[in-house]
């Protein structure tokens, strides 16, 4: 007799397991000491089913600290290409970058991040695009708790009938507005680097406003 209800045992890669690993580990509720992934991904469009990833950049920060020496930049092959996109983030197809498979890109970037906070600007469109990767790969979504700078940043701003909040803020917006150079804006790595800077400045003006937890921010981005 055939049983319809055993449950489906999936056979993960080991490096899936080792991050899924990560998180058995007590999260950490004390910013100064709270891991956090900056990322950002460059892509052939804006279109979760058609178009791919053809770049990851991502930075490691600790505290007010951004670890350079401990950042992650990947270029990932491609079949789909759209011309015009690249008139924005440079990458050409089959250019001089050292190029990997997409499944190599989610083992790498996996090992990378563990159970850090996810930092992006516009996080669900980034997080998404990831996750439908490891989708193609046969690898369950994202476990990372995610935090997003455009949410964040509305939350430093003032109430009033005579300023109003705008929906969304580029992060273009936010680098003049926290005076952060934009001299690498449209590749993965730099505006991961922007994005870096941004989250910190908003955490300062966050603070101003009481004791911050890690808790505090999920809440607000």
């Known amino acids: 007799m055939i049983d319809f209800f055993k449950k ?3 056979n993960y890669p080991d490096y899936w397991l080792e991050y899924e690993k990560s998180f058995t580990k007590k999260p950490i509720e004390d910013l100064s000491l709270v891991r956090f992934v900056v ?3 460059e892509t052939t469009g804006f279109d979760y089913l058609n178009d791919r990833i053809l770049c990851i950049g991502a930075l490691s920060l600790v ?9 992650l930049e990947l270029f990932l092959k491609q079949e789909h290409y759209n011309a015009e996109t690249a008139k924005i983030h440079g990458i050409l197809k089959n250019g001089g970058a050292s190029c990997i498979s997409e499944s190599a890109a989610m083992e790498e970037l996996l090992g990378f991040l563990k159970n850090a906070v996810i930092v992006a600007h516009h996080a669900i469109f980034d997080v998404t695009m990831i996750n439908r990767a490891l989708e193609r790969n046969g690898l369950p979504r994202l476990r990372n708790k995610v935090l997003d700078t455009s949410h964040l940043y509305k939350k430093t701003l003032l109430n009033s009938n005579v300023f109003k909040k705008k929906e969304h803020y580029s992060l273009d917006e936010l680098a003049e507005k926290f005076d952060i150079s934009k001299k690498d804006r449209h590749t993965a790595l730099g505006d991961a680097y922007i994005t870096a800077i ?6 300062n003006r966050l603070k101003g406003k009481g004791q911050l937890k890690l808790k505090d921010l999920l809440k607000m981005g």
């Open 8 to 10: 489906k045992v999936t």
């Open 39 to 41: 990322l950002d991904t």
């Open 63 to 71: 505290d007010k600290n951004i670890a350079l020496n401990q950042s």
């Open 198 to 203: 941004a989250f910190l400045k908003i955490r």
